[in-house]
């Protein structure tokens, strides 16, 4: 089975990685703005990379579960592309938020499409398998010789 | 694999679209009571949505975790009426929350029970399949022939 | 399959079980120091143990996700090892915290180093999965022959 998903496996862990680069920043931060713990409140420089990290790690469980599900069930090089394409997304992403609330719209938008598209496509795999299973019909073959 | 694993997957493909439900929630109510991120902070009726869907996003890893356990190791068919069920009390606990804080409370005990019946059937498969293993005693398939 | 991984589910149950008695303990503190839903600002007793639980929620996902491709690509004996570890780490960060701000960083420093080991091994076991597959080149059985 590891050699059908290795290179999501790959994926998965560039994406922790990410998110250890984050934890570090907020981290930084915290010393810069001598916020220290428990308090999540100081200036706006400062709130901007926690909510900004916050939010990588809040849709992170959704990441990682649909870049699995359209892995195993559609197809795994659409996937690792798509995967890849979104963390250099919430990368923008962190980066715009901490310059400006503004500068988070833009690799927030691009990382949202391709967040939606890892759904539709691990949506589509699973429906290809339980018709295939439960109504004889097999249409992701068909879908996915068509478009790749 | 896959064909053991698909309801499993749809029923995570759904929990999915129910989070990106609850975030678009949040995004209408932070244009409805002028929130502006970073912010967090605001009038009750902003905190409670997004507090709820703060509140779900954090045990969304848990839900999909012990689903998969449960779903791998016990039995698939059940687990996927568990899973079912937990989405449906997340949605009420979300439309309560929103609606007030007493709101809440009725359907968060509900899903809190079908999360720990979800652990329970994670802990017998995985204790089960141990047992079998390393003492070569194997309770699991009598068990879910008894109950299922 | 599952005969390969049932010890890393078995170290997620625990995980799981380790996350809800983290949840009851703020649950408890909420009735201790009169801080009802949504708010989450208080005393800074209350606010340690809010904090502790959300900074062990947050990087759940993260130590969920790094023990199974560790598990699955590079050992399960010594991913099982390490993911008790974490856990342990984790429980005596919460109970650290819970009594000082200082208190939470030893067992943050071990935990830290423990999540590090498990992404390492977890590294090490997809890029010896990609270079026997791509490269035809097969490093890690050399690997964890000599080291475990």
């Given at each position: 089975?590891?050699?059908q998903?290795v290179?999501i496996?790959g ?9 250890a680069?984050?934890?570090l920043?907020v981290?930084?931060a915290r ?8 308090s999540?409140?100081g200036p706006?420089?400062?709130e901007r990379i926690?909510?900004?990290?916050a939010?990588?790690?809040?849709y992170?469980?959704?990441f990682?579960?649909?870049l ?9 090089g ?6 890849l394409?979104?963390?250099?997304g919430?990368y923008?992403y962190?980066c ?12 927030l938008y691009?990382s949202?499409?391709v967040?939606w ?6 949506a589509v795999?699973?429906?290809g398998?339980?018709s295939?299973?439960?109504l ?11 478009l790749?």
């Amino acid at each position: 089975m590891n050699d059908q998903v290795v290179c999501i496996a790959g994926v998965t862990v560039l994406g922790i990685l990410e998110q250890a680069y984050f934890s570090l920043q907020v981290i930084n931060a915290r010393r810069k703005f001598s916020v220290s713990p428990p308090s999540t409140a100081g200036p706006p420089e400062f709130e901007r990379i926690f909510r900004a990290q916050a939010n990588c790690s809040e849709y992170f469980p959704i990441f990682v579960a649909s870049l699995w599900i359209s892995g195993l069930f559609f197809n795994q090089g659409a996937t690792t592309l798509l995967g890849l394409l979104y963390l250099y997304g919430r990368y923008q992403y962190f980066c715009g938020y901490s310059e400006s609330s503004l500068g988070r719209l833009k690799p927030l938008y691009f990382s949202a499409k391709v967040q939606w598209a890892l759904i539709g496509l691990g949506a589509v795999g699973v429906l290809g398998t339980m018709s295939r299973l439960y109504l004889g019909l097999d249409f992701t073959q068909y879908i996915s010789q068509v478009l790749l």
